[in-house]
Nanobody, 126 residues
Framework: QVQLVESGGGSVQSGGSLTLSCVAS????????MGWFRQHPNKEPEAIAA???????AYGDSIKGRFTISQDYAKNTVYLSMNNLQEEDTAMYYC????????????????????RGQGTQVTVSS
């Protein structure tokens, strides 16, 4: 059974921080590239960050240096720590899992292939 359940979204002022959490089925870790993507209304999914079974990470260009992905195997949880949030970061954020041969392929596939959670809204205001 596939389980991806996000939490931690909310409203924050520009420059603020949020940490998103995603509880996933235990068996998914190591079998999938885990990650996060976001989607603005009427736009294509935008890959944010990906992490593999060895905790190697990859990031989308728009958030590099501001967001950090991590995972805790003991808690079956993937995290996305977001700092210096800007208004353009306002979107629905989804936890996702995709089968991929490399981390970069996995990152590009987030939101387009594989599995996703129900999403959590992040709203950044000035």
């Amino acid at each position: 059974q596939v389980q991806l359940v996000e939490s931690g979204g909310g409203s924050v002022q520009s420059g603020g921080s949020l940490t998103l959490s995603c509880v996933a089925s235990k068996w998914m870790f190591g079998s999938y590239i885990m990650g996060w993507f976001r989607q603005h209304p009427n736009k294509e999914p935008e890959a944010i960050a990906a992490i593999d079974g060895d905790s190697h990470t990859a990031y989308g260009d728009s958030i590099k240096g501001r967001f950090t992905i991590s995972q805790d195997y003991a808690k079956n949880t993937v995290y996305l720590s977001m700092n210096n949030l800007q208004e353009e970061d306002t979107a629905m954020y989804y936890c996702a899992a995709v089968a991929a041969s490399t981390l970069q392929i996995g990152l590009r596939s987030l939101g387009r292939l594989g599995h996703r959670g129900q999403g959590t809204q992040v709203t950044v205001s000035s």
